[in-house]
């Protein structure tokens, strides 16, 4: 099971960190990824870190503002969001995949989180 949270309200320019708990024993051995989902748009990748925390991938629009970060010992992986826009403004999900390889599709993951709402205002 995953569980995302540390949303909320932000001004624009702010920073917020997500956090996305796992449970069981196959998460620190899964690639873990963020992806997001804005009113009326599709699911979108934002972020993964591999297992190992050995390799990070971005999307082009959050390259620079966003880091995202594991800590195996407390099964849980961070997406660190500053410099936010209000086209940030969506709901976030954390996915971890089995397969060694780092996909940037959500059908390359297994499980998923119910999602943590980021609101940025202008």
């Known amino acids: 099971q995953l569980q995302a949270s540390g949303g909320g309200l932000v001004q624009a320019g702010g920073s917020l960190r997500l956090s996305c708990a796992g449970s069981?024993?196959?998460?620190?051995?899964?690639?873990i990824a963020w992806f997001r989902q804005a009113p009326g748009k599709e699911r979108e990748f934002v972020a993964v870190?591999?297992?190992?925390?050995?390799?990070?991938v971005y999307a082009a629009s959050v390259k620079g503002r966003f880091t995202i970060s594991r800590d195996n010992a407390k099964n849980t992986v961070y997406l660190e969001m500053n410099s936010l826009k209000p086209e940030d403004t969506a709901i976030y999900y954390c996915?971890?995949?089995?397969?060694?390889?780092?996909?940037?599709?959500?059908?390359?993951?297994?499980?998923w989180g119910q999602g943590t709402l980021v609101t940025v205002s202008s």
């Open positions: 069981g024993r196959t998460f620190s051995t899964s690639n």
């Open positions: 870190i591999r297992w190992s925390g050995a390799t990070t």
């Open positions: 996915a971890a995949g089995l397969s060694p390889t780092v996909a940037l599709r959500s059908a390359g993951y297994d499980y």
